[in-house]
């Protein structure tokens, strides 16, 4: 369950000077119309080469990344329906299709002309080729450069091509003054990031790893001995790794928050805990590799610098 939260909900008060990220997210008008660009257009997917013959009119997306940038590259109004997970923008067509137990009869009563999924999954890809329906794999970013890409490709699919260029441009932009604005540590601050309650964890490996490293934070996840980029921790690995922040991606989820962390046995003693660094965040915020995730970033440079003034 953890691994599937973190593969699928990978993502506030702004920092000052840094225009806000939700915009062009959330209002498909804020960008241009659909471009004259010339169909058939080719891509280069995650399930390989994916021609869409002409311009989508009826888009299905099962990624609640993939919608939040369709509605930012200006595509919001081609989409007729996107997957429960989808919680952002809260205009698009949320419906009970799940990518996690795909339905292709169900996914097929929207008429689709273009289908997003965030998973390179062959069942699925192969029903709706079948069908004739050309389909998108994006699958979870890594790192900026793939989250910028799949903003990109999308809006080459969808004739959005340069409503999708101010998108990266700006949340590169948006990153960069973050980055900037964040003092490097004058020690090493130790972070533990929570995808659920029973401590599985994201290592720098991850988008949301990446984030903590840019803002110079070490990630106790790092030096855990667990496989994968989303290790398990134990409650005592935790305690004894003393981390100086704790961000909590499971406030919805798993109802968690500086309360609940503080009852933990052992944990009163955390230096995060001691000191009231506990973080919460909306849990699709720190999962999701949108536009949005600025968000995110913000909220961490904050609490980084809150305790660099603290130490200071």
Sequence with gaps: ???????????????????????SANDSSSTSAASNAAFPVNVLAANGPVVIPSEPKRIVSLSPTGTQ???AVGAGQQVVAVDTYSTYPPQ????????ASPDVEAIAKYRPDLVIVA???????????????PVLSEPPATNFDAAYREITQLGQATGHAQ?????????????????????????????????????YSATSRTF???????LGLEN???????????????????????????????????????????ARPGWR?????????????????????????????QTVAQAVKKLEAKSG
């Design 208 to 214: 949301v790893g990446q984030i903590y490293s840019l």
């Design 119 to 133: 998973e390179d999954n062959d069942h699925i890809v192969s029903q709706l080729q079948r069908l004739q329906i």
């Design 69 to 71: 940038d369709l509605y």
């Design 163 to 199: 409503g999708a260029r101010p998108v990266v441009s700006q949340m590169q932009q948006q990153i960069a003054a973050i980055v900037r604005s964040v003092p490097r540590p004058k020690k090493p601050l130790r972070v533990y990031h929570e995808l659920e309650a029973n401590y």
């Design 220 to 262: 106790i996840a790092d030096k855990a001995h667990a496989a994968g980029p989303y290790p398990q921790l134990s409650d005592e690995y935790v305690i004894a790794s003393n981390p100086d922040l704790i961000v909590l991606a499971d406030t919805e989820c798993c109802k968690q928050s500086a309360a609940t962390v503080a």
């Design 92 to 99: 698009a067509p949320r419906t009970q299709l799940s990518e």
């Design 1 to 23: 369950m953890a691994r599937f939260r973190a593969r699928w909900w990978f993502a506030l008060a702004l920092v000052a000077g840094v225009p806000s990220a939700c915009s």
């Design 269 to 297: 003693n955390i230096a995060a805990v001691k000191n009231g660094e506990v973080v919460p965040v909306e849990d699709s915020l720190a999962s999701q590799w949108g536009p949005r995730i600025v968000l995110f970033a």
